[in-house]
């Protein structure tokens, strides 16, 4: 520690810090725009001139280290002086169109111009123009506006990994651009927009919609992956326009995603439900709530007392809130049903009766960042993880060794250790052989079940680099769970952990992954699994928040069973084709920004929040309507007052962080020769198709990582097949075939060809683990 | 000439490698500038397919070599002429007829700075300091060959030199 | 071929044969690598070898003047990697002694790197080449070789146990470069911004590690001292301002060139070995250090010494030692315009007040050039230079508001003139004919 003086007071910082760092905790402001404590220091705006006792010339506070005894002063003559100088200067090509531009009202540079600018300017030369650039879909520039402060470009190269902007030409003519013909197409290019302390960098479907005065601001959280993004939920009219961070260092840091960001244009979509819906007669019909309501019940009723509860099913989504889960469950449970689950990307469930605990991420999301060792097993990290994959990022970078065991080499602008990619029949088997190996240098008696398994140099390598470290983390991505060997994915990820003294972690697939375990959104002991109602269909099924044939595992095989149910009660704020199709009642409930409710997070927080805005036309919180359906059922135990009322009944009280949290697994029978062969699907959920919401931002369906899926192989792979990169291919399975094009992907591994998930060109194909057939189209 | 700008030929790629060399192996982006000056050379200029792929050689983002090729002038970004002729007029060169220098090579060619005449051959450029002063004035071929005292004779016989 | 005029040569021993004697035998012939050798085979101790360089007073020939030896100094012991780097960016107008130390004497220079490599502990070094004189690279490139293949460079160099090699790298065009931090970002494969120092290169240098970078007239020095002695060299100057240096002379003189004087030589003197004035025409002004360096009216560096003290007490600076000497065919402000774009277009646009600053100067002075001038544009430059000046990560700023101060300051009666009549003081026939472009006959 060492003791600095800053305009007269005294304090104590941490040796190595900066002036502005140290001027920050005493709650002194230093005018700045290139500095941004998540960023490296350029040291470049100059704004942020201070006078240090004894330097001649003023220094710049963010990139001076403090010193003992060291004396500053951010308000004497010659720092003020300084930063006006640089304000003049910051101005002279700066266009004065504050009152067109989108930065209005929380512009840095405006603010601080009113502090440091004079009135008029002495500089009368001619402004430069700079031309603005296509960042893509989601970015909108005005390069003129821009001030070189180059955060928009470490943005891009230190956090998002891969530096996709940067400062052309010198001087005055320096501009700030992407790579010709090239956009911003990471998944958390939007926060360069935050980050631009001017409006150079605004948002594009923001772009003229609302000045930011005018907006109501709420604190919400992320209802897509299962980190539980704070947000910022900004709406004018009761209309959600805006979604921004809200700072989490232990969650979010300052960051979103993409997605997360600009997903609310779903929420204001032309396909909104808003008024319940009921089929008469093979006809649609607009109803009242209580007719929409008394169809639903009656029918459930019937179908209980018919056919018994076990006739219903009910398929809810990962991405539905704690409380709207815990009343489906509940109300299901009421009619006589165990066929309850929210997995419904799952293929293997055979971990169920096994696990000790809920499965989640084993330790808090900020501990990520403290691994020394990383294992990331089965995981298209950085699409279904963007601030999980940062974080690892940014260890990499300090010396932290990641290692991935995965079936395609997506560039996830990590640094690795070692890596194995091999087809997912394959996995488990590749498992085996690192945790046959961690257990040999361990000295620690090898399973019988990984007897046999001859280890790679790979497998060894990865081994290695865990033992090495002293605290290892084993983390099962959303891949991984979906795995038709899930369990024995656990029950390796377990045995290496704990050989290793390290944790095990499960990377959430969705907003309440393990919200959906606190619920008792799984089946009982004598109910069917989300795979197995679907495989064996119900007469009767309540889908909550779900799309089955993008959300399950099995897409086709879900139509096929909700087409023929005799009644589908479907809660959805939007609506489907295919809902119209295979559902009887269609029940308006609202997105996460109209309803109050919680998610339990990767780590196991809940996290709750209220509604940002009214619920659009007649659609009401899922809870509500759950609750009425409860009554209407003379369900006992439904007379909630609140959403908070349901969220202590489902946590038995209010806790940061949910009980019963438990990666140990027991039982799991081991079988890990691998069996397969012939041609396997890999198949990935791009970020942008994963969830309802999502699907219908129209600025994120236009992004980079919204593509089309085609049918992605290796070069070897397409000489097989004797088809070019481009040229259409008929892929089958089971029985059914549809035809992509055919697309190089370097990373995957012989015998396999990756079709993405949840997009409606590839329902048709099934499952999302199958051998497939291909042959030219 | 190799007109194929996504690709560098394997002597280029010999050449680069041999850059390459010369520094720490993990740092091959130190190469960059003598690669893309390599790659100027085999292509008449830089057109951004063959920053890319200088970049992709090198293990670097695009765009990180892109700043470089803008950033230093001698980096063709545009097409030029087959002789791209460079008079620095600098104030130490100006003193002894760097700016008359220019001049007369643009009325003897019919073009401005940064203009390439009609039959592609010559391109004329404004330089900066190169550092010869004492040779004033100077001029700078196709970027590696010093042309000194460039008086009207010796710019004469430099014009009808270039074929 | 420049012009060499010596006094007690030196540094340019070599250079009387020109272009026919810089191999390396002929280097060896006149006792090249015959330092080295000693170094190494008497295992010369590094303390002691930088002890020598310090007594020299050698002080940094590439502009600020630092002493050689006390920064070989700072370079940490323990660091297991450490780099020699020589700066052979010369881009400063009127500098041209590097280019001509590469052509004529290149070994001077590995020798005086491979023994500064030897003297901080470093086992590798790169020579970074202005992107103008790829003659000069090329020079450099093909005297590595023959350096390497006798053994000077490499692992186990004449069989000591040192080992050190030796790299070129080529710039390609930005005067920025020749700041050293700059130098540095460019070596690594960077747009050449400089950084913000602390840490300096010593500390935080190439790739990170500490790193001893000089000017390549200093390096070529290194083997001299050693030859006579730390303290014979110093003699050669004046006190704190040791040694002989190389002056560049260009502009208006008979024979622009370089000439190796001692420090302390009057500029009368070195205006003299110049061949006098163009001409016989009348001094109006001299820029006594390069570019950057504040101009001088003729009265005042008619009475200075060419050394570090002397020129700073005269207001300016010794810069790199580039005499620009200018005579009565002058326009004060014509010359200013061209300074000041240089600065505006060399600007590397990192930092506000010199990516804003650098421009608005020269469109002021282009203005008031262009007879569009108003009466408060002096004022207006004197406040835009004091605002830029400190106020940056690295001193392009201040070397681009050094020459309108000073420029401003001796010739301000010249620029009133151009604001209130809108034309040059000179006659535009005399500044033609001044600068000897047109002879009789021509054009």
Avoid at chain 2, 17 to 41: H, W
Wanted: with cysteine; aromatic share 8%; charged share 20%.
């Amino acid at each position: 520690m060492v003791e600095i003086e800053i305009d007269g007071k005294t304090l104590q910082v941490e040796d190595g810090s900066t002036v502005i760092e140290a001027a920050h905790k005493l709650g002194t402001y230093i005018p700045h725009f290139c500095y941004h404590k998540k960023l490296s220091i350029a040291a470049n705006c100059r704004m942020c001139l201070v006078q240090v006792e004894k330097a001649p010339k003023p220094m710049p506070a963010c990139a001076t280290i403090v010193t003992n005894g060291m004396k500053v002063f951010t308000h004497s003559d010659l720092a003020i002086k300084a930063q006006k100088a640089v304000m003049e200067f910051l101005l002279i090509n700066h266009p004065l169109d504050c009152p067109i531009c989108d930065q209005g009202g929380e512009c840095q540079l405006q603010d601080l111009a009113v502090g440091y600018g004079d009135s008029a300017s002495k500089y009368e030369e001619e402004k430069r123009v700079v031309p603005d650039k296509d960042l893509g879909p989601l970015v909108s520039t005005d390069m003129t506006r821009c001030i070189n402060c180059t955060r928009c470009i470490r943005f891009t190269a230190e956090i998002a990994g891969f530096m996709e902007l940067g400062q052309s030409y010198r001087g005055e003519r320096a501009e700030v651009m992407p790579f010709i013909g090239k956009t911003v197409d990471t998944e958390l290019s939007g926060n360069i927009i935050d980050l631009c302390p001017v409006g150079a960098l605004t948002s594009k479907p923001f772009r003229f919609a609302a000045r930011t005065w005018e907006l109501s601001r709420r604190k919400s959280v992320s209802p897509h992956d299962a980190l539980g993004s704070n947000l910022i939920v900004q709406t004018k009219h009761d209309r959600v326009m805006r979604v921004l961070p809200l700072e989490n260092e232990d969650i979010n840091e300052c960051w979103i995603s993409d997605k997360d960001r600009f997903s609310y244009q779903g929420l204001n979509g032309a396909d909104r439900l808003t008024k319940p819906m009921v089929k008469q007669g093979g006809e649609w019909k607009e109803v009242d709530w209580n007719v929409a309501l008394d169809y639903a019940a009656h029918a459930l009723r019937d179908v209980a007392k018919n056919h018994g509860g076990s006739a219903i099913g009910g398929l809810l989504s990962p991405h539905a809130t704690l409380e709207e889960m815990f009343l489906a469950q509940k109300l299901l449970r009421g009619l006589g049903s165990e066929n309850i689950d929210f997995r419904l990307r799952h293929t293997d469930f055979s971990g169920d009766g096994k696990r000790v605990g809920i499965p989640s991420l084993g330790m808090k999301i900020a501990d990520i960042s403290r691994l020394d060792r990383v294992l990331v097993v089965g995981s298209f990290l950085r699409k279904d993880h963007p601030l999980i994959a940062q974080r690892l990022r940014q260890s990499a970078k300090k010396g932290a060794e990641v290692s991935v065991l995965h079936s395609a080499d997506d560039d996830l602008l990590i640094k690795l250790k070692a890596c194995v990619f091999a087809a997912p029949s394959q996995l488990p088997a590749q498992f085996g052989q690192v945790a046959k190996a961690v257990c040999t240098i361990k000295s620690v008696a090898v399973p019988h079940f990984l007897g046999e398994l001859v280890v790679s140099p790979e497998a060894q390598t990865i081994a290695e680099s865990l033992v090495s470290g002293s605290n290892v983390g084993v983390l099962l991505g959303n891949f991984a769970q979906q795995h038709p060997q899930a369990a024995m994915l656990h029950a390796l990820g377990r045995l290496v952990s704990k050989t290793l003294g390290g944790r095990l972690g499960f990377l959430g697939e969705a907003a309440n992954s393990v919200g959906g375990y606190v619920a008792g959104a799984i089946p009982g002991t004598t109910g069917l699994n989300a795979a197995a109602m679907l495989a064996d269909s119900r007469q009767a099924y309540v889908v909550l928040g779900a799309e089955p044939e993008l959300d399950c595992a099995n897409g086709a095989q879900a139509l096929a069973a909700l087409a023929k149910a005799a009644v589908t009660v479907v809660l959805t704020p939007f609506k489907s084709q295919a809902m119209l199709d295979y559902a009887a009642v269609l029940l308006p409930t609202t997105p996460f920004s109209e309803t109050s409710g919680t998610f339990v997070n990767t780590e196991g927080r809940a996290q709750s929040f209220y509604a940002a805005a009214k619920p659009l036309g007649d659609a009401r919180p899922a809870w509500k309507v759950l609750r009425v359906l409860g009554n209407l059922l003379d369900q006992s135990g439904f007379d909630y007052n609140s959403s908070e009322d349901v969220r202590t009944e489902a946590l038995g009280g209010n806790p940061e962080f949910v009980a019963g949290l438990d990666n140990a697994v027991d039982g799991v029978v081991m079988k890990l020769a691998p069996t397969a062969s012939g041609i396997e699907r890999v198949s990935d959920v791009p970020i942008h198709f994963a969830d309802p919401l999502v699907r219908r931002s129209l600025a994120l369906q236009m992004a980079a990582d919204s593509a089309a899926p085609a049918a992605r192989m290796s070069a070897a792979m397409l000489a097989k097949l004797g088809v070019a990169a481009g040229a259409d291919v008929r892929v089958g399975a089971g029985g059914t075939a549809i035809v992509l094009p055919a697309q190089l992907d370097a990373g995957l591994p012989d015998g396999t060809v990756r079709i993405a998930a949840a997009h409606a060109s590839t329902v048709a194909l099934g499952p999302l683990f199958a051998n497939l057939t291909v042959e030219k189209a | 000439m190799n007109n194929d700008y996504e690709k560098l030929s394997p002597e280029a790629l010999r050449r680069i490698d041999r850059e390459v060399a010369k520094y720490p192996a993990d740092q091959t982006q130190s190469a960059v500038m003598a690669a893309l000056v390599i790659a100027q050379d085999e292509k008449g200029w830089l057109p951004k397919e063959t920053i890319a792929a200088v970049a992709n050689y090198l293990g670097m983002a695009p765009m990180a070599a892109y700043e470089v090729a803008s950033f230093y002038n001698m980096y063709d970004l545009h097409p030029v002429g087959k002789y791209k002729i460079t008079v620095c007029t600098n104030l130490p060169c100006a003193l002894s007829g760097g700016v008359h220098a220019a001049d007369y090579v643009k009325t003897k060619l019919g073009i401005d700075f940064n203009e390439t005449t009609a039959d592609g051959k010559f391109t004329l450029k404004e330089g900066e300091c190169m550092g010869a002063c004492g040779d004033a004035p100077v001029m700078l071929v196709n970027n590696k060959r010093m042309c000194s005292f460039m008086l009207p004779d010796e710019i004469d016989k430099l014009l009808a030199e270039c074929k | 071929m420049a012009l060499i005029d010596t006094i007690n040569p030196l540094l340019t021993t070599g250079w009387a044969k020109g272009d026919a004697g810089w191999s390396l035998k002929d280097y060896e012939a006149r006792g090249g690598y015959k330092q080295l050798r000693r170094v190494l085979e008497s295992r010369m101790s590094q303390d002691d070898l930088i002890a020598e360089v310090k007594k020299s007073v050698l002080r940094g020939r590439g502009g600020a003047g630092f002493p050689t030896g006390l920064k070989w100094s700072f370079m940490p012991k323990a660091a297991p990697v450490k780099y020699v780097v020589c700066n052979t960016d010369e881009g400063e107008p009127g500098t041209f002694k590097d280019r001509d130390l590469m052509r004529f004497d290149p070994h001077s220079v590995i020798e005086g790197m491979i023994i500064a490599g030897y003297a901080v502990g470093a086992k590798a070094g790169y020579n970074y080449i202005h992107g103008e004189i790829f003659e000069a690279y090329q020079r450099f490139e093909e005297a590595l070789d023959q350096a390497r293949a006798a053994g000077y460079l490499g692992d186990n160099i004449l069989g000591s146990g040192f080992s050190f090699d030796l790299f070129a790298h080529h710039g390609w065009g930005a005067y920025i470069c020749g700041e050293e931090t700059g130098l540095l970002e460019s070596i690594e494969g960077k747009k050449g911004q400089p950084r913000y120092k602390p840490p300096f290169p010593a500390n935080f240098g190439l790739y990170g590690k500490p790193t001893t970078i000089n000017n390549t007239e200093t390096f070529a020095a290194i083997p001299f001292i050693l030859g006579m002695g730390g303290e014979a060299y110093l003699n050669l100057g004046k006190p704190n301002n040791g040694g002989t240096k190389l002056f560049s002379v260009s502009g208006h003189v008979n024979r622009p060139g370089n000439f190796e004087v001692p420090m302390g030589t009057p500029f009368a003197k070195l205006l003299e070995m110049a061949g006098g004035m163009r001409g016989g025409r009348k001094l109006k002004a001299v820029i006594p250090g390069g570019s950057s360096a504040p101009v001088l009216p003729a009265n005042v560096i008619m009475d200075c010494t060419m050394d570090y003290d002397s020129i700073a007490k005269a207001g300016s600076m010794l810069g790199s030692g580039a005499v620009i000497v200018m005579d009565e065919t002058v326009c004060m402000v014509k010359a200013l315009e061209r300074l000041s774009y240089f600065y505006y277009e060399e600007s590397c646009g990192q930092c506000t007040p010199c990516r804003e600053g650098s421009g608005w100067l020269y469109r002021v002075v282009h203005r008031i050039e262009h007879g569009e001038g108003r009466p408060e544009d002096l004022d207006l430059l004197n406040r835009v230079t004091d605002n830029m000046m400190g106020k940056t990560i690295c001193a392009l700023a201040d070397a681009a508001a050094f020459p309108v101060r000073s420029f401003i300051k001796h010739f301000q009666s010249e620029f009133e003139y151009h604001i209130e009549n809108k034309k040059c003081l000179v006659d535009p026939e005399v500044q033609r004919m001044g600068s000897g472009f047109f002879k009789a006959g021509n054009v």
